[in-house]
Nanobody, 121 residues
Framework: QVQLVESGGGLVQPGGSLRLSCAAS????????MGWYRQAPGKERELVAH???????NYADFVKGRFTISRDTAKNTVYLQMNSLKPEDTAVYYC???????????????WGQGTQVTVSS
């Protein structure tokens, strides 16, 4: 069993910052890509940022220059530093990892439970 646990969400004023963390635990052989997604009320889940096993990163246009994704491979953890937050960034943020549990398993897409980020004055 593999579990992703997110932390770092909360209420912040516009222009403020938050840092999200997502740690994987359980039987893990390797992790390839990691990413952060978000879902606002009444909207579909959308990609925020993605980081490959080699460290290549991609960002959605609406967060470029404000958010930074990073990973600590030794800790099976992915981070999302969010600066200059706007009210429209309000959403539940989910982490996702492609995990191989044993050398013989295929990669499995695994989701965290989500953490609420609210940007409001």
């Amino acid at each position: 069993q593999v579990q992703l646990v997110e932390s770092g969400g909360g209420l912040v004023q516009p222009g403020g910052s938050l840092r999200l963390s997502c740690a994987a635990s359980g039987t893990i052989f390797s992790i390839s890509a990691m990413g952060w997604y978000r879902q606002a009320p009444g909207k579909e889940r959308e990609l925020v940022a993605h980081i490959s096993s080699g460290g290549n990163v991609n960002y959605a246009d609406f967060v470029k220059g404000r958010f930074t994704i990073s990973r600590d491979t030794a800790k099976n953890t992915v981070y999302l530093q969010m600066n200059s937050l706007k009210p429209e960034d309000t959403a539940v943020y989910y982490c996702n990892m492609n995990i191989k549990r044993t050398p013989w398993n295929l990669l499995t897409s695994t989701w965290g439970q989500g953490t609420q980020v609210t940007v409001s004055s």
